[in-house]
């Protein structure tokens, strides 16, 4: 079965904090995303990637950034947390190279509360 | 820009009844279309992905079907039962893009 771990389940951070929020998939995908679930607004995609190294902006990149230096790995950067940033943060995986349109593995998310 | 209605945001049915969940999209230039469930608190699973060639996809009592023309997808869940109970978003998938979800249907079913 395809799994897609993300380290940390919950998370209180206080204002200003910078936050790391780790995710590894051990299919092999080339895809990885970070979305960012609030109710009443439904998933945003933060930023995806589509190879090591390589990111692009989602819908809502502002303060946020991104890291992936082996492919297996995808970390989600908040530089300075605020609390807009309060959310529940999903991570998923995917094969295909630049293509999104197979099958998509999500994590069990991270909550992450900043006060 | 391509965006993703699922109505109603919430429904309540007695288990053993038969359910329709909808979705809707406006720009009909899609490749694919996935159904997901969501549980409390947790990730989103997989349940059902439909090429725009294909028609419906099946998967124990689960049936998705797609009408690219129209712009609509449904999920049809026979049998209910109160394991069903989650919520469940639909995503489509045009090239050059991510995923866009639709905000899901919460369905409760009660024994």
């Known amino acids: 079965d395809v799994k897609v771990t993300q380290s940390s389940r919950y998370l209180v951070k206080r204002t200003g904090e910078k936050v790391f929020l780790e995710c590894v998939q051990d299919?092999?995908?080339?895809?990885m995303f970070w979305y960012r679930q609030d109710p009443g607004l439904g998933l945003r995609l933060i930023y995806f990637s589509y190879d090591v190294k390589m990111k692009e902006k989602g819908d809502i990149p502002e303060g946020y950034s991104v890291s992936r230096e082996k492919k297996e790995r995808f970390s989600l950067i908040l530089e300075s947390a605020s609390t807009n940033q309060t959310s529940m943060y999903l991570c998923a995986s995917s094969s295909g190279q630049g293509s999104f349109g197979n099958t998509i593995y999500f994590g069990e998310g991270s909550w992450l509360t900043v006060v | 820009k391509q965006e993703v209605t699922q109505i109603p945001a919430a429904l309540s049915v007695p288990e053993g009844e038969n359910l329709v969940l909808n979705c809707s999209f406006t720009?009909?230039?899609?490749?694919?279309l996935q159904w997901f469930r969501q549980d409390p608190g947790k990730g989103l699973t997989s349940l059902l992905l439909i090429q725009s060639s294909q028609r419906e996809q099946t998967s124990g009592r689960l049936n998705a079907s797609l009408d690219k023309s129209s712009g609509r997808s449904t999920l049809y869940i026979a049998a209910s039962q109160p394991g069903d109970s989650a919520t469940y978003l639909c995503a489509v998938y045009r090239a050059g893009t991510a995923l866009i979800f639709g905000k899901g249907t919460t369905l409760s079913v009660s024994s």
């Open positions: 720009d009909s230039a899609i490749y694919n």
């Open positions: 299919m092999d995908h080339e895809n």
